[in-house]
Structure formats: C-alpha cells, structure tokens
C-alpha cells in the first residue's frame, strides 16, 4: 500500500460465526472514528449478546495508523486481542473495530486452540466486510475573482482534484483536496497563476 492511502470498514460487517469444541464465536467489525463510536458499538454488543463471557477486541485508528488498543476480556494473556489485532495489520485497515464475542462450550481450548479460534474469527469477519482504499488528501483555499473561475477549473480537471467546497459571492473561494504525494508540486502551480489568492490549510 502507498504512503499517502488508508484502507478502512465502509460499513459495519455482517455477523460471522466460528465453532470449536462447543464454543461459538461471534465476529462483527465495526467503522469507527474514535473511542466514543467504539464504546457505543461495544455496548450494542453487550446488550446483544448479555450471557456471553467475553468480548475480544482490537482497534486502530488514525489515517497514518496512529493508535490502536487490544483486549483479552478474562481470556489469558495475548490470546485474544493480539490475534485479532494481528488481522487487522493482514487486512491493513485503521479507523476499524473488531469484536469477538465468545460462549463458552465447556471444553477449554488452551492458549493455541483459543489464538486460532480468535483469529480464524477475526478474519472471517474481516473478509464479510467491504473494505475501501483512500488518499490521505491535504488542502488549499482558493480566492480569485470571476474572471480567474475558468484558470482555477483547468488546473482543478488537469490534475484531477477535488474540489470540497465552493462560495460564489463577490468573489470565488474554493477549497481544493490534493492527494499528499503531489501536494508541493500542485499547490505551486495555483501560487505561480497571478490573481490566485492561494492559501494551505
């Protein structure tokens, strides 16, 4: 994957099921932006599923894969959340939470038996998700007169940008999203047009 892409959930996943020796594994992977949204998807599944023992999870967030956080709930050591976490660096997706509900089936798996078992439901989860690649974008803001409105728009459909927002009042005011990796060079070709008030955000 390049620099300047992240790959994230688009929408929550379908719920997988996985089953080891009397136990049942529920799998969900949830979109998230933050810990908020990852509290209320944990609390949804707690009142899903009340009677079972232990929710597992992983997650990362930040477009740069900035942070993330696993948890065993009761289960030992590493043998939960890091294998769950570890799917989420095969699929190299961020902004995602993956949960993993367990029903103890009454026979005890053992530390091997409960990293597959976690992981193999992980992944089925993973792979029931639709999973989108995006730019890391950065932005100007573009001010100019109405008679520069045609000089901005061919700079906008040469380099194939986006343009996010637009006021059309006395004057025009763009904002404009460059994908990182060719930010420097686009952005000095708006600052080299005269009449272009051009301004990083």
Request: with cysteine; net charge neutral; aromatic share 12%.
């Amino acid at each position: 994957m390049k620099k300047d892409e992240y790959k994230s959930p688009k929408s929550p996943s379908e719920e997988v099921l996985f089953k080891d020796k009397g136990s049942k594994f529920f799998g969900y992977v949830f979109p998230v932006k933050d810990e908020n949204e990852i509290e209320n998807a944990l609390e949804k599944l707690r009142a899903k599923h009340h009677k079972a023992r232990h929710f597992c999870y992983a997650w990362q967030l930040g477009k740069n894969y900035d942070s993330y956080k696993v948890n065993d709930d009761g289960e030992p050591n590493n043998s939960a959340g890091m294998p769950i976490y570890g799917q989420l660096q095969a699929f190299e997706v961020t902004n995602c939470f993956v949960v993993v509900v367990r029903y103890f089936g009454g026979t005890k798996l053992g530390v091997g038996g409960l990293i597959s078992a976690y992981k193999t439901t992980a992944k089925k989860a993973l792979e029931a998700t639709k999973i989108e690649t995006h730019t890391i974008d950065k932005y100007i803001q573009v001010n100019c007169e109405y008679d520069m409105m045609n000089e901005v728009m061919r700079l906008v459909k040469a380099h194939d940008l986006e343009i996010t927002s637009q006021e059309l009042k006395i004057d025009c005011k763009f904002i404009i999203g460059i994908r990182q990796k060719d930010f420097d060079d686009i952005q000095q070709r708006f600052q080299q047009v005269y009449g272009l008030d051009v301004q990083v955000l």
